[in-house]
């Protein structure tokens, strides 16, 4: 939950310089594009937050829901390592980046500890 909440502050901080003027500067064509991937960003936080919530009990029960699981932490770490990489002065660019890396750590943690009282 923690992601899709990072997801929605993402949108509200895109509609914050929109409402103050603070694209001005950029030309209707750059304003559209970065509106467009600072949506698309916050949205991409909001439904991978929301999938990996209602998805995380039920990957134990059904085995093969662990690769569109599994595919979800991919496109969240590509998120995070790209938005430090993009805005490195941005404290919550490595909030996300640190959030994803623990996510990812705790549920390999929990896949070993899964694999080890299955045996």
């Keep these: 939950m923690a992601l899709a ?16 003027g603070g694209l001005e500067l950029l030309s209707p064509a750059k304003q559209q594009a970065i509106i467009y991937m600072s949506l698309m960003c916050g949205m991409l936080l909001i439904v991978c937050g929301l999938l990996i919530a209602m998805l995380h009990k039920k990957v134990k ?14 496109a969240l770490s590509v998120d995070g390592i790209a938005a430090v990489a993009f805005m490195p002065h941005n404290p919550f660019a490595w909030l996300v980046f ?15 500890k899964t694999i080890i009282s299955n045996e």
């Design 61 to 74: 029960e059904h085995p093969f829901l662990r690769r569109p699981y599994m595919l979800i932490y991919g």
């Design 98 to 112: 640190i959030l994803i890396c623990c996510l990812a750590i705790s549920q390999k943690a929990w896949e070993e």
């Design 5 to 20: 909440t990072m997801g929605v502050i993402h949108i509200v901080a895109t509609f914050t310089p929109l409402i103050n």
